[in-house]
């Protein structure tokens, strides 16, 4: 079945530590997106990726990095000077936007939930 | 600052009621428009989209779109207690990120048996 998998589904983070949540896909989709959603508030966007080997900030980018070897994968590091980490983080992957009429629609996967022990 | 705006709700109605979720956007150069499920404690889930103005229907569900009223919405008729969710409201960002999508806060969904 196609589809996203992000891993771990639970992270719990030490003070001063960096961690890296999996987003994987195989729908062959060329975007993928990472977006954080707090509680009661909207998906908000960190990063972006249309193509392999290049990246975008998105709003909120600060304290997290990225990387885009691979098509298929798009992982996200929260790194130790992201100072409120707790949140839902969602990967998301859209097939390539082409033109200026109409966007792909993106598909989620379960999401990683993080947590500052 | 582009903005997607939604009555956070709850929204509360009866079974077999008709459900009315409403959703303005700020951009006037945004041409797609989602409408996504989420259930609580799972991720959003794609159950319409519209590029177009006028009504686009999918079962029980109908997508509404005015772009000259910057104004989208979503019907969903029948409505059953398994529809009792969070629906979020999502709107292209026109301009140099038109791959990129702004979400709304979304709007609670509460379907009384």
């Known amino acids: 079945d196609g589809g996203i998998t992000q891993s771990p589904k639970y992270l719990f983070r030490k003070e001063g530590q960096n961690v890296t949540l999996s987003c994987e896909q195989n729908?062959?989709?060329?975007?993928m997106y990472w977006y954080r959603q707090d509680p009661g508030q909207g998906l908000r966007l960190i990063y972006y990726?249309?193509?392999?080997?290049?990246?975008q900030k998105g709003d909120i980018a600060e304290g997290y990095s990225v990387s885009r070897e691979k098509k298929e994968s798009f992982p996200l590091t929260v790194t130790s000077a992201q100072k409120n980490p707790t949140a839902f983080y969602l990967c998301?992957?859209?097939?390539?936007?082409?033109?200026?009429?109409?966007?792909?629609?993106?598909?989620f996967g379960d999401g990683t939930r993080l947590s500052i022990l | 600052q582009k903005e997607v705006e939604q009555n956070s709700g709850p929204l509360s109605v009866p079974e077999g009621a008709i459900a009315s979720l409403n959703c303005t956007y700020s951009?006037?150069?945004?041409?797609?428009f989602f409408w996504y499920r989420q259930y609580s404690g799972k991720s959003p889930e794609l159950i319409m989209f519209i590029y177009s103005n006028g009504d686009k229907e999918d079962g029980r569900f109908t997508a509404q779109l005015n772009k000259a009223s910057q104004y989208v919405s979503l019907l969903i008729r029948d409505s059953q207690p398994s529809d009792s969710a969070t629906y979020l409201c999502?709107?292209?960002?026109?301009?140099?990120?038109?791959?990129?999508?702004?979400f709304g806060k979304g709007t609670k969904l509460s379907v009384k048996p």
């Open positions: 999502a709107v292209n960002a026109a301009g140099g990120s038109q791959g990129n999508l702004i």
């Open positions: 990726s249309q193509i392999v080997n290049d990246f």
């Open positions: 729908l062959n989709h060329d975007a």
């Open positions: 951009d006037r150069g945004s041409q797609s």
């Open positions: 998301a992957s859209s097939a390539e936007f082409w033109g200026a009429v109409s966007n792909q629609p993106q598909h």
